[in-house]
């Protein structure tokens, strides 16, 4: 049973036992203290069943009993024995909050509702619970996002979270806040691509009033000069969505504009812009639209895991869609394809900030590729390591001797032997980082760099590295985080030191936001068109399980 459920059958449960009192109260300070204290005793979050956002319920008993105390004992939302305009604004909130992909069931709508006119001090007090509960949480899903995705993959949600809130200062503001609605507003993700998402949600959403888009039967690939009478349903599939115009739909023949319009769609969906419907593009333009609306839901669910740190120049990777961006929030200056990681080296989820930037750089092997892979090489042939322009060091210090890999009897060198090796390969054009990369130092020693293999990025689907982000223009990314022409580093400069071939580091001035994402919904702000991207690590899916219980 999903979680709302739970809250609300728990709400009933609230009703009949903690808000049972038959009394009837005149509306004093004196009355709505006793109220407030026969209430608080018997534990509303317990009885709601209201474990959410690592806290248990009776934790969060615990709060909102200090939290009234702190206010006398006295309601915050009530005024003149009613309902006043800042409780009002928190229910016009919550009830909107379907419009950011969250339940409004969540936050105890219903029983707001049922306690709204109340005119006895038991149900304004019961109201006024109900309100800040409703209210605390909203604030928190939005915040930090909400806690169903943590219990479907523990692992997969920290590494991906990436938020510090301070709450003592935020249960603080909120109380004294004269007005809830912009306080509540000011709690949503302030990311221009969240709010992009939540416009094309609303746009989907009516979508799929109107019935969504049919679906095209399977059989041979549909191509441009065919007749079939599966092209009038292609017509009408791609008119739903805005790719072709919604005229001609009865032509079973497929023409030029509709070649064109195939191919709008196939952008939009990382494949390949052939202009022919065979089986990805089927499969794609079949997708259900309440699987669309999901997939935007989840997309801005992402949002609320990063940290609120909005600068005027900032990087961002987005892993699905295989593209890196520089420029300002909404204004791109430089957009490039990447390569990331394939299934099983997958580039992890996280923000840092670029430091400095390595041009010519040397590649030092991680322990796990040595192993793996360069050890394996090295017993079929000692010259391995030479051919490939790398050097073996006894050590990772900075003083460590240099060895001659011919020398050693690599049959004897077992996995964990290894790892007492050092190995480097020196700049040239065969190193795998290829000419330069960029530093953000993190725990997962992930950085963006240059490849020798430029032949990949001709592929849509780009997951071949073994975690790091390789960069199709990589000179031009470096001159813009460096500051370009301003600030000494044109394009030009970058291609003189690149051609040298001779190792330097340029630290930034200011170091700049890097933010590593997975996105499989993003609107490009340039169009405002809405690109779905293939889910190439299943998180989606896990996503969809925790907060649709769909998904497998």
Same mark, same amino acid.
């Given at each position: 049973?999903?979680?709302?459920?739970?809250?609300?059958? +728990?709400?009933?449960?609230?009703?009949?036992?903690?808000?049972?009192?038959?009394?009837?109260? +005149?509306?004093?300070?004196?009355?709505?203290?006793?109220?407030? =204290? #026969?209430?608080? $005793?018997?534990?509303?979050?317990?009885?709601? !069943?209201?474990?959410?956002?690592?806290?248990?319920?009776?934790?969060? %008993?615990?709060?909102?009993? #200090? =939290?009234?105390?702190?206010?006398?004992?006295?309601?915050?939302?009530?005024? %003149?024995?009613?309902?006043?305009?800042?409780? +009002?604004?928190?229910?016009?909130?919550?009830?909107?909050? #379907?419009?950011?992909?969250?339940?409004?069931?969540?936050?105890?709508?219903?029983?707001? /509702?049922?306690?709204?006119?109340?005119?006895?001090?038991?149900?304004?007090?019961?109201?006024?619970?109900?309100?800040?509960?409703?209210?605390?949480?909203?604030?928190? %899903?939005?915040?930090?996002?909400?806690?169903?995705?943590?219990?479907?993959?523990?692992?997969?949600?920290?590494?991906?979270?990436? *938020?510090?809130?301070?709450?003592?200062?935020?249960?603080?503001?909120?109380?004294?806040?004269?007005?809830?609605?912009?306080?509540?507003?000011?709690?949503?993700?302030?990311?221009?691509?969240?709010? $992009?998402?939540? @416009?094309?949600?609303? $746009?989907?959403?009516?979508?799929?009033?109107?019935?969504?888009?049919?679906?095209?039967?399977?059989?041979?690939?549909?191509?441009?000069?065919?007749?079939?009478?599966?092209?009038?349903?292609?017509?009408?599939?791609?008119?739903?969505?805005?790719?072709?115009?919604?005229? !001609?739909?009865?032509?079973?023949?497929?023409?030029? +504009?509709?070649?064109?319009?195939?191919?709008?769609?196939?952008?939009?969906?990382?494949?390949?812009?052939?202009?022919?419907?065979?089986?990805?593009?089927?499969?794609?333009?079949?997708?259900?639209?309440?699987?669309?609306? $999901?997939?935007?839901?989840? @997309?801005?669910?992402?949002?609320?895991?990063?940290?609120?740190?909005?600068?005027?120049?900032?990087?961002? *990777? !987005?892993?699905?869609?295989?593209?890196?961006?520089?420029?300002?929030?909404?204004?791109?200056?430089?957009?490039?394809?990447?390569?990331?990681?394939?299934?099983?080296?997958?580039?992890?989820?996280?923000?840092?900030?670029?430091?400095?930037?390595?041009?010519?750089?040397?590649?030092?092997?991680?322990?796990?590729?040595?192993?793996?892979?360069?050890?394996?090489?090295?017993?079929?042939?000692? /010259?391995?390591?030479?051919?490939?322009?790398?050097?073996?060091?006894?050590?990772?210090?900075?003083?460590?001797?240099?060895?001659?890999?011919?020398? =050693?009897?690599?049959?004897?060198?077992?996995?964990?032997?290894?790892?007492?090796?050092?190995?480097?390969?020196?700049?040239?054009?065969?190193?795998?980082?290829?000419?330069?990369?960029?530093?953000?130092?993190?725990?997962?020693?992930?950085?963006?760099?240059?490849?020798?293999?430029?032949?990949?990025?001709?592929? #849509?689907?780009?997951?071949?590295?073994?975690?790091?982000?390789?960069?199709?223009?990589?000179?031009?990314?470096?001159?813009?985080?460096?500051?370009?022409?301003?600030?000494?580093?044109?394009?030009?400069? &970058?291609?003189?030191? *690149?051609?040298?071939?001779?190792?330097?580091?340029? &630290?930034?001035?200011?170091?700049?936001?890097?933010?590593?994402?997975?996105?499989?919904?993003? *609107?490009?702000?340039?169009?405002?068109?809405?690109?779905?991207?293939?889910?190439?690590?299943?998180?989606?899916?896990?996503?969809?399980?925790?907060?649709?219980?769909?998904?497998?």
């Amino acid at each position: 049973m999903r979680r709302w459920q739970h809250a609300a059958m +728990a709400v009933m449960v609230l009703g009949a036992l903690i808000f049972s009192s038959a009394h009837s109260y +005149a509306t004093s300070k004196d009355a709505y203290q006793n109220v407030f =204290i #026969e209430h608080l $005793e018997m534990g509303p979050a317990t009885y709601l !069943n209201l474990n959410t956002h690592g806290k248990i319920a009776a934790d969060i %008993d615990k709060r909102l009993t #200090e =939290i009234y105390h702190g206010n006398g004992l006295q309601p915050f939302w009530i005024r %003149d024995g009613k309902p006043g305009l800042r409780a +009002a604004n928190v229910l016009a909130v919550l009830e909107d909050a #379907e419009s950011h992909g969250l339940d409004p069931d969540s936050y105890f709508i219903d029983k707001i /509702h049922q306690y709204w006119n109340s005119k006895d001090t038991v149900g304004l007090v019961r109201l006024d619970i109900l309100l800040t509960l409703g209210m605390i949480r909203y604030v928190a %899903d939005q915040r930090e996002g909400r806690m169903e995705p943590r219990e479907v993959d523990p692992e997969l949600f920290a590494a991906a979270r990436d *938020v510090e809130v301070d709450w003592d200062l935020l249960r603080q503001t909120a109380f004294e806040a004269p007005d809830m609605k912009a306080f509540l507003g000011q709690q949503v993700p302030p990311f221009l691509q969240y709010r $992009e998402l939540q @416009n094309k949600l609303a $746009e989907y959403r009516v979508l799929a009033v109107k019935g969504g888009w049919p679906s095209i039967p399977a059989g041979n690939a549909l191509k441009p000069g065919m007749e079939d009478q599966r092209v009038t349903i292609v017509r009408k599939r791609l008119a739903a969505t805005g790719e072709l115009a919604p005229e !001609n739909m009865d032509s079973a023949v497929f023409d030029t +504009a509709l070649a064109e319009a195939v191919k709008r769609f196939q952008k939009r969906h990382n494949l390949k812009p052939d202009g022919v419907v065979g089986n990805q593009t089927l499969a794609a333009m079949n997708v259900p639209v309440v699987v669309r609306i $999901e997939q935007i839901i989840i @997309n801005m669910e992402r949002y609320r895991w990063l940290k609120r740190r909005i600068r005027d120049r900032l990087v961002a *990777v !987005n892993i699905a869609g295989f593209e890196a961006f520089a420029g300002k929030p909404g204004k791109f200056d430089l957009k490039m394809p990447v390569i990331v990681g394939k299934k099983y080296h997958k580039t992890p989820v996280f923000s840092d900030t670029i430091k400095y930037v390595v041009i010519n750089p040397y590649w030092n092997l991680t322990p796990s590729i040595a192993r793996n892979e360069t050890l394996p090489n090295l017993k079929k042939d000692p /010259h391995y390591l030479e051919k490939h322009n790398m050097r073996i060091f006894r050590g990772w210090g900075l003083d460590a001797p240099e060895l001659d890999a011919t020398t =050693i009897d690599w049959s004897k060198v077992s996995k964990k032997n290894m790892n007492r090796y050092h190995i480097r390969q020196d700049p040239g054009p065969d190193n795998a980082l290829g000419t330069l990369k960029l530093v953000f130092p993190n725990k997962y020693n992930v950085y963006l760099h240059d490849t020798p293999a430029h032949g990949l990025f001709k592929q #849509e689907r780009r997951a071949f590295s073994h975690g790091c982000i390789r960069m199709d223009r990589p000179a031009e990314m470096a001159a813009w985080v460096l500051g370009g022409g301003e600030k000494g580093w044109s394009l030009a400069r &970058v291609n003189e030191i *690149v051609a040298s071939r001779k190792r330097q580091v340029a &630290v930034l001035d200011q170091p700049i936001p890097v933010y590593i994402l997975y996105r499989t919904a993003f *609107v490009n702000p340039e169009d405002n068109t809405l690109y779905f991207y293939e889910d190439i690590y299943g998180r989606d899916q896990l996503l969809a399980k925790a907060l649709f219980n769909t998904g497998s």
